[in-house]
């Protein structure tokens, strides 16, 4: 066994939304185009009929599709919008039957798993765990930017997880916390809108180096940086690098993983987020569950210049399939 490639259709937000692309194109050009085999979708943006309630005609389809396109079901991805109420947080109850509806989902849909926003409360997934156990549904917490492995946030998780016993909870690592320099994407615009470029490569080796964003911001004001190398530094003022490492000590509780990526080159590198050393470390943790390609570059392209997602997603699968040594 190995390490498993998928895609979460949130790489292909853009050509959905337009309606360039339906739901079984996107399974297709998953399968068929970008090589991979596991099916990640976020369920109220990309629905199997009507969300979230599938009629038993859209589920025979969905499950039709799997089968002529080869595919499996990876991870569903659920939000429990605990702020959708104007002037007041979603109870403890509310949170706890939207958890519900999506784990039912799941099940009905055939996900094994569902992605759990790391905003999250913990009361909300250890009330669902009941559910969650008789749907045999995992709920994986997503370790995301600006959050790390080691944040307070995800260590209280891991001692519910403990007290707990179960094994329908975990983690999902979020690859943009390995992010270590601005996408090169961005670097490039920057120069074409005049940036200078010294000041540009101080600002990938500082934080590369480990330097705190903040100072870099400071000093760029020191120095009267203008607003272009302004904008590149103020990218990375939420970006948090936890050390790959550290997934040694969730090791138990990782069963997906979000490959995210920003800015895949040429030669099928990611230009600004280190895989190879987390990759090693998941391969010495003998971990052997999916990670989808989920693309979020589309916010590096401005005005009529669009993202060609698909082909995003078709290097970083080849730049998976290096990595897990297919």
Known sequence: MSIKRGVSFYSYQ?????????????????????????I??????????SYPNPSDADVDRWFGWMDKYKTKLACMDSFIDYLMFKGRVCTLKEQVQMME???????????????????????????SIPIAEYCNVRMGLEVHSPMMIHAR????YVDMYERSGSKHVGIIPDFGIFQ???????????????????????????????TDINKIIQQLKQSN?????????????????????????IAKYIFHVHGKFYDMDENCNETCIDYETPFKVLKEIGYEGYISSEFEGQGLYKGEEEADELEQVKRHQVMLKRLIGE
Do not use: H
């Open 14 to 38: 853009q050509a959905y939304y337009k309606g360039i692309y339906n739901l079984e194109d996107l399974i297709r050009i998953t399968s068929q185009e970008a090589g991979a085999e596991g």
């Open 40 to 49: 990640e979708i976020v369920a109220e943006q990309t629905p199997v009929g």
């Open 101 to 127: 509806r999506d784990l039912r989902l799941a099940a009905k849909l055939g996900f094994p798993v569902i992605r759990v926003l790391c905003p999250v409360r913990k009361e909300v997934v250890e009330a």
């Open 153 to 156: 946030w995800i260590e209280e």
């Open 180 to 210: 270590k320099r601005p996408a090169r994407k961005m670097i490039q615009d920057a120069l074409k809108r005049g940036a200078d470029e010294k000041t540009l490569m101080y600002i990938s080796e500082a934080f590369e180096s480990g």
């Open 225 to 249: 940086a203008g607003p272009n190398e302004m904008q590149v530094a103020m990218s990375l003022i939420r970006t948090r690098r936890s050390k790959p490492e550290d997934l040694k000590d």
